[in-house]
């Protein structure tokens, strides 16, 4: 994620070729608005010309700081229904790891979790969320091989409810973010979810692969426009240079990230920290 120790690796002891500047800044995924934003900043300000890489990275680092919410509220359960949290992403973005990875974290917080393997169109989705229900020890609810996602969710919300579980977490089918049936089939989840309670789902996490980049920023447009997302999970943060998406998306579309995956195991999980951010840009 260390995307700005490539400028202070390709401007260090040189004069800012403003031109070169842009475009690694667009390269890092912060976002045309974003990096026009920055550039205007450095040379609205006196002796920009005399500028130094120390004096771009303090301004990114500002820039960026006022794009991202201080404090993101935590995840809390309800009182007396379960709370809903629909997990959307296209193919391989590690979608169905992040459902058990949030499980895990839910359940660190002394909460309970059902998961609903709403992905029916994989049998080996299905059954990779049963093994990661078993390692878990949570319950699992599932169907049979392309049953319809929707009944599945609002049998295993009926479950949730009736054996008083705090959280429902839904894993649908990657698709293709530009599939409107695929789209649609997700918002008629949604609206059986919300048969149930008309706040359900209370959240919908977009899960993204960093290393993407400029992709992920379209999926989020299609996705949010379709179901409204409430926040990322952000995966392969730690092996990017791209970690920008993750502003451009907050500042397009005002998501912010919930969540970010930094490895392999259960625990490589973690709530998204602005200041942790900003501290790893270099």
Same mark, same amino acid.
């Given at each position: 994620m260390k995307f700005l120790q490539s400028l202070v690796d390709k401007f260090a002891?040189?004069?800012?070729?403003?031109?070169?500047l842009e475009e690694s800044l667009i390269r890092a995924d912060l976002g045309v608005p974003m990096t026009t934003?920055?550039?205007k900043t450095l040379q609205d300000r006196e002796a920009w010309s005399l500028m130094g890489? *120390?004096?771009?990275?303090?301004?990114v680092r500002e820039e960026i700081a006022r794009i991202l919410p201080p404090d993101l509220p935590s995840i809390r359960s309800l009182p007396v229904k379960p709370k809903v949290i629909l997990l959307l992403g296209v193919n391989g973005t590690g979608k169905t790891t992040s459902t058990a990875k949030l499980a895990r974290y839910l359940q660190q917080d002394r909460h309970s979790v059902l998961l609903a393997a709403a992905d029916t169109f994989r049998a080996a989705a299905i059954e990779q969320l049963d093994v990661w229900a078993r390692r878990l020890g949570v319950q699992m609810i599932r169907g049979q091989y392309n049953a319809d996602p929707a009944a599945l969710c609002y049998e295993a919300y009926q479950a949730a409810a009736g054996r008083k579980i705090? =959280?429902?977490l839904c894993d649908t089918a990657g698709r293709m973010h530009t599939k409107?049936?695929?789209? &649609?089939?997700?918002?008629?989840?949604?609206?059986?979810?919300?048969?149930h309670d008309p706040d359900a789902p209370q959240e919908t996490l977009l899960v993204v692969d960093a290393t993407t980049g400029g992709n992920a920023l *379209?999926? &989020?447009r299609e996705f949010h426009s379709a179901l409204g997302l409430t926040g990322l999970i952000v995966t392969?943060?730690?092996?990017?240079?791209?970690?920008?998406?993750?502003? &451009?998306?907050?500042?397009?579309l005002g998501i912010p990230t919930r969540f970010?995956?930094?490895?392999?195991?259960?625990?490589? =999980?973690?709530? =998204?920290?602005?200041?942790t951010y900003i501290d790893n840009l270099l």
């Open positions: 002891g040189k004069p800012i070729d403003w031109d070169e934003r920055i550039i890489i *120390s004096d771009v990275v303090k301004v705090e =959280f429902l409107t049936n695929l789209m &649609a089939e997700l918002q008629k989840v949604k609206r059986t979810l919300g048969k *379209s999926q &989020a392969k943060l730690d092996g990017s240079g791209k970690g920008g998406i993750v502003v &451009a998306i907050q500042d397009e970010v995956g930094t490895g392999e195991q259960l625990d490589d =999980f973690a709530p =998204f920290d602005r200041q």
